[in-house]
């Protein structure tokens, strides 16, 4: 039997986890998953389930998370009337394809090879959070036609083998492309839903060995932490969409993106076997 002041001590830290990335999402439009999913990892690895399939779990179970908190985002930023619909059209049909397309090449690869992806993927976000500005732009609209076809899906692909919603990649790519960031962070929230809820009915049906997974384990999808992080986050992600309407975060957001590239430059000493 697992040592129950352990497994509190995992309750109690993924609580706090949960609150945090709450509040990121919707301040930052980070997006939980960045957070999550390195959080997971060391959660679970502590408790002694560091499987070949590991990172599957931890991102399966994290977009798990970003299908309750992207909807909740959505519906408080529209009230706000802060979502760009058509550009959310638009891009849904992309992201969708490249969801699945993300899933099916997660399962055929082991759990260092994501960990590696995870670690180079968050260094570039934490990058450009850090470092970047908010006066950089590449054009003046978003994609349409044949660049939004390839981006899209490229959006939902790269963040399933992240285990991300659409913030940590949808936010920058509408700022480059002069979306204020206010409607960009609302939107990519939309992004969330769409590339989250067709890679979790995926990962609910991997295969994973009854010892190399927690207990309350549904395909890839640990219950657990789905449940005590999502009771966090539908408290404190609507908390962040208010701050992110009454404050300028862009100090915050530095700050963040030099802990994330510590986050991943951590992962991929881990990948490596450091």
Same mark, same amino acid.
């Given at each position: 039997?697992?040592?129950?002041?352990?497994?509190?001590?995992?309750?109690?830290?993924?609580?706090? $986890?949960?609150?945090?990335?709450?509040?990121?999402?919707?301040?930052?439009?980070?997006?939980?998953?960045?957070?999550?999913?390195?959080?997971?990892?060391?959660?679970?690895?502590?408790?002694?389930?560091? %499987?070949?399939?590991?990172?599957?779990?931890?991102?399966?179970?994290?977009?798990?998370? !970003?299908?309750?908190?992207?909807?909740?985002?959505?519906?408080?930023?529209?009230?706000?009337?802060?979502?760009?619909?058509?550009?959310?059209?638009?891009?849904?049909?992309?992201?969708?394809? %490249?969801?699945?397309?993300?899933?099916?090449?997660?399962?055929?690869?082991?759990?260092?090879?994501?960990?590696?992806?995870?670690?180079?993927?968050?260094?570039?976000?934490?990058?450009?959070?850090?470092? %970047?500005?908010?006066?950089?732009?590449?054009?003046?609209?978003?994609?349409?036609?044949?660049?939004?076809?390839?981006?899209?899906?490229?959006?939902?692909?790269?963040?399933?083998?992240?285990?991300?919603?659409?913030?940590?990649?949808?936010?920058?790519?509408?700022?480059?492309?002069?979306?204020? $960031?206010?409607?960009?962070?609302?939107?990519?929230?939309?992004?969330?839903?769409? !590339?989250?809820?067709?890679?979790?009915?995926?990962?609910?049906?991997?295969?994973?060995?009854?010892?190399?997974?927690?207990?309350?384990?549904?395909?890839?999808?640990?219950?657990?932490?789905?449940?005590?992080?999502?009771?966090?986050?539908?408290?404190?992600?609507?908390?962040?969409?208010?701050?992110?309407?009454?404050?300028?975060?862009?100090?915050?957001?530095?700050?963040?993106?030099?802990?994330?590239?510590?986050?991943?430059?951590?992962?991929?000493?881990?990948?490596? %076997?450091?």
């Amino acid at each position: 039997m697992m040592d129950m002041t352990l497994l509190l001590s995992m309750g109690a830290m993924l609580m706090v $986890i949960g609150a945090f990335a709450g509040v990121l999402a919707g301040l930052l439009g980070v997006g939980g998953g960045i957070i999550l999913v390195p959080a997971f990892f060391y959660a679970f690895q502590t408790l002694g389930y560091d %499987g070949p399939q590991l990172m599957q779990m931890c991102l399966a179970t994290s977009l798990a998370t !970003i299908i309750v908190t992207s909807v909740r985002s959505v519906l408080s930023h529209n009230k706000k009337g802060a979502v760009d619909w058509v550009i959310l059209r638009g891009w849904a049909p992309g992201i969708v394809i %490249g969801a699945v397309l993300g899933v099916i090449a997660a399962a055929g690869l082991r759990s260092g090879t994501l960990q590696a992806i995870f670690g180079i993927l968050a260094l570039v976000i934490g990058l450009y959070m850090a470092l %970047g500005r908010s006066e950089w732009r590449v054009a003046d609209a978003m994609p349409t036609g044949v660049r939004r076809a390839g981006l899209s899906p490229a959006v939902g692909f790269l963040s399933v083998l992240m285990g991300i919603g659409g913030g940590s990649f949808g936010v920058p790519m509408m700022a480059l492309h002069a979306v204020p $960031i206010h409607r960009a962070v609302a939107t990519a929230a939309g992004f969330g839903v769409t !590339i989250a809820v067709p890679s979790v009915a995926g990962f609910l049906l991997f295969d994973i060995a009854p010892e190399n997974r927690p207990p309350l384990t549904i395909g890839a999808v640990n219950l657990a932490a789905f449940a005590i992080v999502i009771a966090m986050t539908l408290v404190t992600a609507p908390i962040g969409v208010r701050l992110a309407h009454a404050m300028d975060p862009k100090p915050l957001k530095r700050a963040f993106g030099m802990f994330l590239i510590l986050v991943a430059l951590n992962m991929l000493r881990k990948a490596m %076997g450091w």
